[in-house]
């Protein structure tokens, strides 16, 4: 019976020693999309998945494996102004534990021409940080 005892303590201790080593099966990453943007709505394309984002808006993707990974946006341009650009990423897990977070900016650029017509253009980007550096 003791040698049973001392079997299922070093048994759990190895479960223990190897389930909760960083590298083995769990994974914490996770990437955060934020819309700060003027856009009415932000969607993003990451991993095969869309996430809409209207202003003030953000989603949180847990549980994503190790490697790199691109993302695509797609955004409205708000009524009664002019603007274009394609905001596309991508994001690194080094290890299991990595968090990244991906803000979406914008502003409005007003231009007036010698005929005096005014022209808003709207300008988006796309900030990106992570834990891993």
């Known amino acids: 019976m003791k040698s049973f005892s001392l079997k ?10 190897f389930f909760g080593c960083d590298e083995v099966g769990f994974t ?17 394309l990451f991993r095969a998945e869309e996430y809409s984002l209207s202003p003030g808006e953000e989603v949180t993707i847990e549980g994503v494996p190790r490697g790199s990974y691109s993302f695509s946006t797609e ?9 274009d650009a ?20 914008s502003n409005t650029e007003m ?10 253009t709207f300008h988006i980007w796309a900030l990106t940080s992570s834990t891993d550096g």
């Open 8 to 17: 299922c303590v070093l048994l759990c201790s190895l479960l223990l020693l």
């Open 28 to 44: 914490r990453n996770e990437v955060t999309f934020v819309n700060k943007s003027n856009s009415p709505n932000i969607t993003v």
């Open 75 to 83: 955004y409205v341009v708000p009524a009664d102004e002019v603007g």
């Open 86 to 105: 394609d905001i596309d990423g991508t994001v690194s897990f080094e290890t299991n534990t990595t968090k990244v977070r991906v803000t979406y900016n």
């Open 111 to 120: 231009e007036t021409d010698d005929d005096g017509n005014t022209t808003s």
